[in-house]
């Protein structure tokens, strides 16, 4: 049972616009949210983090805002860049084990 | 700089052999993991290690292992392969902030 949702396969956007990337969780022990980045035939690399004592995380071009009552997270980046064009994991684990359980990513698009 | 490396990249196999992918960090980090990428399921924790002699199961560890008998290396062996465990493999370890830090994976197709 998928403990972490990505809902959007894909997400078009156009360069200079808002990308908005949705994560939802189902485990309640979950107090630790990260999203990374994947190029093809690349690993996964970490783009930012957020603690469940917080509502939101920025770091430049990249927001986290998290949703504890609706078990949900999303990332925003602001302007949208093509080097943006990866796929986007959120992933989340609970204090007691550091333990990541990761979504089935969402593949962004930025249009020049 | 520190890296986490994994090899081979590419290995190409037949169902019943014993296949090992090597993982190998300089970051001196306790925990280690391998996750294996496939369409519509994302990352899937397979192994884990908080240090020297701990191993742990993850969510898909049946027929694989691992053994830790130091801090830098994390092998990964599929006692029997299977068509099921063609995908895409992937090595991490963390540091105390809780950040993953992934090899650049290795690509098995099992005949």
């Known amino acids: 049972d998928q403990q972490v949702k990505q809902n959007s396969p894909s997400l078009s956007v156009q360069e200079g616009r808002i990308s908005i990337l949705n994560c939802d969780y189902t485990?309640?022990?979950?107090?630790?949210f990260l999203w990374y980045k994947k190029y093809p035939a690349e690993g996964p690399t970490f783009l930012i983090s957020?603690?469940?004592?917080?509502d939101k995380n920025e770091d430049g071009r990249f927001t986290v805002f998290l949703n504890k009552s609706a078990k949900h997270l999303s990332l925003h980046i602001v302007p949208s860049q093509p080097g943006d064009s990866a796929v986007y994991f959120c992933?989340?684990?609970?204090?007691?084990?550091?333990?990541?359980?990761f979504g089935t990513g969402t593949s962004l698009t930025v249009i020049p | 700089d520190a890296e986490i490396t994994q090899s081979p990249r590419h290995k190409i196999t037949e169902t019943g052999r014993q296949v090992t992918l090597a993982c190998h960090q300089t970051?001196?980090?306790?925990?280690m993991f391998w996750y294996r990428q496939d369409l519509g399921h994302g990352l899937r924790l397979i192994h884990y290690?908080?240090?020297?002699?701990?191993?742990n199961k993850g969510e898909v560890s049946d027929g694989y292992s691992v053994s830790r008998s130091n801090t830098e290396d994390l092998p990964l062996t599929l006692e029997s392969a299977a068509s099921s465990q063609t995908s895409v493999y992937f090595c991490?370890?963390?540091?105390?902030?809780?950040?993953?830090?992934f090899g650049e994976g290795s690509r098995l197709t099992v005949l």
């Open positions: 957020i603690s469940s004592i917080k």
């Open positions: 970051w001196n980090h306790n925990n």
């Open positions: 290690s908080y240090g020297v002699q701990d191993t």
């Open positions: 991490a370890s963390s540091d105390p902030g809780q950040r993953l830090f």
């Open positions: 992933a989340a684990s609970a204090n007691t084990g550091n333990q990541f359980y």
């Open positions: 485990n309640s022990m979950f107090d630790y």
